[in-house]
């Protein structure tokens, strides 16, 4: 498989994801040829989500469906990634965040990974048997990774990846508000948690869309950092949610060492537009 293969793959796995966040939240989307678009409409001035999935043949024209859309929902704040760097929306206001790799691990056995997890709570549709999956935490202790099957621990994995990403915008966390139980329910979205002696530790998300796997939101607790807790409960994500499908992601500069020793390799940069206000 190409490298562009790879990215088109993985863009398409990002847009699909936010379309299962904007139906279990309620929220409006928009799907034109090669973008995404969804109203996170939490507050009035809450940020607008924009995948670009495939090269802008016509930039002009794409910004100006943009400005067509960011007018009729009266955006304020938005956030559009363009793993493409085809598009300017410094007219916007926006700002370019800085640049990150958009990787891919293709399908394989997980070195170092951990037993098969236990589904936590009723099962929902997709739950694993078995063990919680066990290993030492750096610096003692016992660290565990389980999958979520039940709203009371999808609720501790949300709290996770508020406070632990951060996601300032959804600080102080609430219940429901950035991830709310439905999202459970979305077809090929799977959660994954991670404690230390019982004490919970990270978590991040997985969707997958028949393709490929796409990681998301992998996070650990700031007092539970530097005890291997990301690794772990990532190895797990992906030696037991689709191990036959290759899994994609965007990792940040702290990430993407760590990204690299499970096999992820990079498969071009991603510009990430922003914008927080009307003036930029």
């Given at each position: 498989?190409?490298?562009?293969?790879?990215?088109?793959?993985?863009?398409?796995?990002?847009?699909?994801?936010?379309?299962?966040?904007?139906?279990?939240?309620?929220?409006?989307?928009?799907?034109?040829?090669?973008?995404?678009?969804?109203?996170?409409?939490?507050?009035?001035?809450?940020?607008?989500?924009?995948?670009?999935?495939?090269?802008?043949?016509e930039?002009?024209?794409?910004?100006?469906?943009?400005?067509?859309?960011?007018?009729?929902?009266?955006?304020?704040?938005?956030?559009?990634e363009?793993?493409?760097?085809?598009?300017?929306?410094?007219?916007?206001?926006?700002?370019?965040?800085?640049i990150?790799?958009?990787?891919?691990?293709?399908?394989?056995?997980?070195?170092?990974a951990?037993?098969?997890?236990?589904?936590t709570?009723?099962?929902?549709?997709?739950?694993?048997?078995?063990?919680?999956?066990?290993?030492?935490?750096?610096?003692?202790?016992?660290?565990t990774?389980?999958?979520?099957?039940?709203?009371?621990?999808?609720?501790?994995?949300?709290?996770?990846?508020?406070?632990?990403?951060?996601?300032?915008?959804?600080?102080?966390?609430?219940?429901?508000?950035?991830?709310?139980?439905?999202?459970?329910?979305?077809?090929g979205?799977?959660?994954?948690?991670?404690?230390?002696?019982?004490?919970?530790?990270?978590?991040c998300?997985?969707?997958?869309?028949?393709?490929?796997?796409?990681?998301?939101?992998?996070?650990t607790?700031?007092?539970?950092?530097?005890?291997?807790?990301?690794?772990?409960?990532?190895?797990?994500?992906?030696?037991?949610?689709?191990?036959?499908?290759?899994?994609?992601?965007?990792?940040?500069?702290?990430?993407e060492p760590?990204?690299?020793?499970?096999?992820?390799?990079?498969?071009?940069?991603?510009?990430?537009?922003?914008?927080?206000?009307?003036?930029?």
């Amino acid at each position: 498989m190409n490298t562009d293969s790879r990215l088109e793959q993985a863009n398409g796995n990002a847009a699909a994801f936010w379309l299962a966040q904007a139906r279990a939240h309620g929220w409006q989307s928009h799907v034109r040829p090669g973008l995404t678009a969804v109203r996170c409409a939490r507050t009035p001035d809450d940020s607008q989500r924009f995948p670009v999935t495939r090269p802008c043949v016509e930039p002009t024209e794409v910004e100006e469906q943009l400005a067509d859309l960011m007018a009729a929902w009266e955006t304020v704040r938005l956030t559009l990634e363009d793993p493409y760097q085809g598009l300017d929306l410094s007219r916007f206001g926006a700002v370019r965040m800085p640049i990150m790799p958009v990787m891919a691990r293709e399908p394989g056995p997980v070195e170092g990974a951990l037993a098969e997890p236990a589904a936590t709570g009723p099962p929902t549709g997709s739950p694993s048997t078995g063990l919680p999956a066990v290993s030492p935490a750096h610096g003692g202790g016992i660290l565990t990774v389980d999958e979520v099957s039940d709203g009371d621990t999808f609720a501790l994995v949300e709290r996770i990846i508020v406070d632990g990403v951060p996601l300032a915008a959804r600080q102080p966390w609430t219940r429901g508000d950035a991830l709310p139980e439905e999202l459970l329910r979305q077809p090929g979205c799977r959660a994954w948690t991670a404690r230390v002696d019982g004490v919970p530790g990270g978590a991040c998300l997985t969707y997958d869309d028949g393709v490929v796997t796409g990681v998301y939101w992998v996070a650990t607790l700031p007092d539970q950092r530097g005890r291997g807790v990301a690794r772990a409960v990532l190895r797990t994500a992906l030696a037991h949610a689709h191990p036959d499908r290759p899994a994609t992601l965007v990792a940040t500069s702290v990430g993407e060492p760590v990204y690299r020793k499970l096999g992820f390799t990079g498969q071009g940069p991603t510009c990430w537009w922003s914008r927080t206000s009307l003036g930029g």
